[in-house]
């Protein structure tokens, strides 16, 4: 992609925040609990990246989802630091591609200790697969106009002359 000087780049101050300072386990561990937890953010946040298609944007849905981040994993940090840690170690030591099966044990603790602690509930397998109807208070995008091009070849008329293909049809098996 070509950048000019007409295009707008947003300043270093703005794009900064603090980072989710956490392993690839910790993050797949916490991974169904946090999607259900912050579910408005993230769906506001990829709502505005398709509708705007620019991810400029939707520098402040970006923020959002990360605070929400931040604070999901504080407050599991607070009330079940133990089970978490324990389930992100099984998941990171049992299997190179930190798969689920074998933590079943570990997980079935941490999830009764989010559930107690925190609320949320577990989301049965493929939650973040169905449809799902966002209300959001951002306004409608404006839909895109057609390109308009000034030197368009004009179509021929209905009344112009169209004689048989001079070798045949193209389609051989409508005739």
Not at 21 to 42: D, I, M, T, V
Not at 84 to 89: D, E, L
């Amino acid at each position: 992609m070509v950048i000019t000087a007409d295009v707008y780049l947003p300043p270093e101050e703005e794009l900064t925040v603090q980072e989710v300072n956490l392993s690839g386990p910790a993050l797949r561990a916490g991974a169904f609990h946090y999607g259900k937890y912050c579910e408005f953010q993230n769906n506001e946040f990829m709502l505005c990246r398709s509708e705007l298609n620019d991810p400029r944007k939707c520098i402040s849905e970006g923020k959002a989802v990360t605070s929400c981040a931040l604070d999901f994993f504080r407050k599991v940090k607070k009330t079940c630091f133990k089970e978490f840690t324990q389930y992100a170690n099984c998941l990171d030591k049992s299997s190179t591609k930190l798969e689920f099966e074998h933590c079943r044990k570990t997980q079935a603790v941490y999830d009764k200790c989010v559930l107690d602690n925190l609320g949320i509930e577990r989301p049965q397998f493929g939650y973040f697969c169905e449809v799902k109807v966002h209300d959001t208070k951002r306004p409608k995008p404006e839909p895109k106009k057609p390109d308009v091009y000034p030197d368009y070849t004009p179509y021929l008329p209905d009344d112009y002359p169209r004689p048989p293909a001079k070798y045949g049809s193209r389609f051989h098996w409508m005739e």
